[in-house]
């Protein structure tokens, strides 16, 4: 399958500061890109979609001033955590995908706010 | 209410047992049905897809029942390795997939 890569694969912050994770697909173009989180023992739950060059589709809950995504070619895909709090701490993962075809996962960013 | 519900588990069985998880979506809209396998701290990863035909892959079969918005997967002689926790996907063209809670499986030697 398709490679997707996240980076940084585990971030830990203070409170108030700004978090940027990347998302990348490595050997195809992504139309879509999602972004989840999944708390412990949760599910995991979209945050938002992104598709390139227009604005990000934010799921309803989810502050779209506070998590600010760009999605500027078809291969990078960025989230920006800003102001984080210790709540923000999560599992954030993105996935990528090619129009209707199979979502690819990247490996997830452990972010820990203290 | 939850798009996608899973009994969470845990599932604890012994190495060789047949377990079967179970799923239910609300959105009778939803067109595709998918299993993910996501190990503890990893990303999720397709197991298999699932069709109202049935659809086998080696010990792992998946069934689809429309008419009741239910999804199975059923794991043959359970090895060691399988012990993940086990996310039901529905999805509705258009849309990012939604996933459930999760079913953890524990499977012990």
């Known amino acids: 399958g398709a490679v997707v890569s996240q980076h940084p694969s585990w971030v830990i912050c203070k409170s108030g500061t700004s978090v940027k994770i990347e998302c990348r697909s490595l050997?195809?173009?992504?139309?879509?890109m999602f972004w989840y989180r999944q708390f412990p023992k949760q599910s995991l739950m979209l945050m938002a979609t992104s598709n390139e060059g227009s604005k990000a589709t934010y799921e309803q809950g989810v502050e779209k001033d506070k998590f600010l995504i760009n999605h500027a070619s078809l291969t990078l895909s960025t989230l920006t955590v800003t102001s984080a709090h210790p709540e923000d701490s999560s599992f954030y993962i993105c996935?990528?995908?090619?129009?209707?075809?199979?979502?690819?996962f990247g490996p997830g960013t452990r972010l820990t706010v203290l | 209410r939850k798009e996608v519900e899973q009994d969470p588990g845990p599932f604890n069985v012994p190495e060789g047992a047949t377990v079967a998880f179970n799923c239910t979506y609300s959105?009778?809209?939803?067109?595709?049905f998918f299993w993910y396998r996501q190990d503890c701290r990893k990303e999720p990863k397709l197991l298999m897809s699932v069709y109202s035909s049935g659809n086998e892959d080696g010990r792992f079969t998946a069934q689809l029942n429309r008419a009741s918005q239910y999804i199975s997967l059923l794991i043959r002689d359970s090895k060691l390795s399988d012990s993940a926790t086990y996310l039901c996907v529905a999805k509705r063209s258009g849309y990012a997939l939604n996933f459930g809670k999760g079913t953890s499986l524990l499977v012990t030697p």
């Open positions: 959105n009778s809209a939803s067109q595709s």
């Open positions: 050997d195809f173009q992504a139309t879509t």
């Open positions: 996935s990528a995908s090619l129009s209707e075809g199979e979502q690819f």
